[in-house]
């Protein structure tokens, strides 16, 4: 096969994806909801001289929980029950409590944001799941559509590229094969292509056979390709970042699929 060849044709610009913070900032933040939680409960305890706040530090638990998983919500609990006892617990910025009636409320505080959180974390879970199955399911409708309305090839691999990418969250990329020549006519995320991906997408379009990554002869590839064999010589090769951890079960049948759409839409007349 001879040379690989990027983008002889314009792709359309991609949308940018909408910001998503840090492992790290979703724990700093909910450790700033808990600090402002601590201020807003000594100002409520100046104003109206009651020790019942414990409640207080549930807040941001729940919105840990909800805006950021699991994870951040137990920072946000820990956090919360550390500066109930410091702040608000006799003897006052000491870790220690003297009073029982003091422990029974910091304890019941861990116990009531601790499944706060985890209920709060699995409806987050559920949500995000629901909202990836209907973006999947809206773009393999676009793709199905492409195909029945026998939509140019380079507008159909762009349909079945996002496709992919909004499924596993994964860069994708989909070569056109001419003459041995390959060319990138369709891509969603932002690919890093290395040599080694070159290569292993030259091995499925010469082979006709899957090419995994971390697999001969594709072994040092971060993309696993999968070539379509079309009519009149037109062939197409589908890659997946094989890195990305946004594969859920189920994700060969979903690639096979797409994999059917565009060669379906090979197979019809232009």
Same mark, same amino acid.
């Given at each position: 096969? #001879?040379?690989?060849?990027?983008?002889p044709?314009?792709?359309?610009?991609?949308?940018?994806?909408?910001?998503?913070?840090?492992? *790290?900032?979703?724990?700093?933040?909910?450790?700033?909801? /808990?600090?402002?939680? /601590?201020?807003?409960?000594?100002?409520?305890?100046?104003?109206?001289?009651?020790?019942?706040l414990?409640?207080?530090?549930?807040?941001?638990?729940?919105?840990?929980?909800? #805006?950021?998983?699991?994870?951040?919500?137990?920072?946000?609990?820990?956090?919360?029950?550390?500066?109930?006892?410091?702040?608000f617990?006799?003897?006052?910025?000491?870790?220690?409590?003297?009073?029982?009636? =003091?422990?029974? =409320?910091?304890?019941?505080?861990?116990?009531?944001?601790?499944?706060?959180?985890?209920?709060? +974390?699995?409806?987050?879970?559920?949500?995000?799941?629901?909202?990836?199955?209907?973006?999947?399911?809206?773009?393999?409708?676009?793709?199905?559509?492409?195909?029945?309305?026998?939509?140019?090839?380079?507008?159909?691999?762009?349909? +079945?590229?996002?496709? *992919?990418?909004?499924?596993?969250?994964?860069?994708?990329?989909?070569?056109?094969?001419?003459?041995?020549?390959? #060319?990138?006519?369709?891509k969603?995320?932002?690919?890093?292509?290395?040599?080694?991906?070159?290569?292993?997408?030259?091995?499925?379009?010469?082979?006709?056979?899957?090419?995994?990554?971390?697999?001969?002869?594709? =072994?040092?590839a971060?993309f =696993?390709?999968?070539?379509?064999?079309?009519?009149?010589?037109? @062939? *197409?090769?589908?890659?997946?970042?094989? @890195?990305?951890?946004?594969?859920?079960?189920? #994700?060969?049948?979903?690639?096979?699929?797409?994999?059917?759409?565009?060669?379906?839409s090979? @197979?019809?007349?232009?």
């Open positions: 096969m #001879s040379e690989f060849a990027l983008g044709m314009a792709l359309p610009e991609e949308a940018a994806a909408p910001p998503r913070f840090s492992n *790290l900032a979703r724990h700093a933040l909910s450790l700033l909801m /808990v600090a402002a939680t /601590v201020v807003i409960a000594e100002a409520f305890q100046a104003v109206l001289q009651t020790h019942g414990t409640l207080f530090f549930v807040l941001p638990v729940v919105i840990s929980a909800t #805006s950021f998983g699991w994870g951040p919500s137990i920072t946000a609990t820990i956090a919360g029950v550390l500066c109930y006892d410091f702040f617990t006799e003897p006052k910025f000491s870790l220690a409590i003297a009073s029982p009636a =003091d422990i029974c =409320d910091a304890a019941l505080l861990f116990v009531i944001a601790g499944i706060v959180s985890a209920v709060s +974390a699995q409806g987050r879970q559920r949500a995000l799941a629901a909202r990836r199955a209907a973006e999947q399911a809206d773009t393999l409708r676009a793709l199905a559509h492409a195909v029945v309305e026998r939509r140019p090839e380079a507008e159909v691999a762009s349909a +079945a590229a996002a496709a *992919l990418q909004r499924s596993f969250q994964a860069a994708t990329v989909i070569f056109g094969e001419r003459e041995g020549r390959l #060319s990138l006519i369709a969603a995320g932002v690919p890093h292509l290395g040599e080694a991906d070159e290569a292993a997408a030259r091995a499925a379009a010469a082979s006709h056979v899957p090419v995994r990554a971390g697999a001969y002869p594709a =072994d040092t971060g =696993d390709f999968w070539p379509i064999v079309g009519s009149e010589g037109r @062939n *197409l090769v589908v890659g997946v970042d094989a @890195n990305a951890a946004g594969r859920p079960a189920g #994700s060969e049948a979903l690639i096979e699929l797409v994999v059917a759409y565009l060669a379906a090979m @197979n019809v007349p232009q």
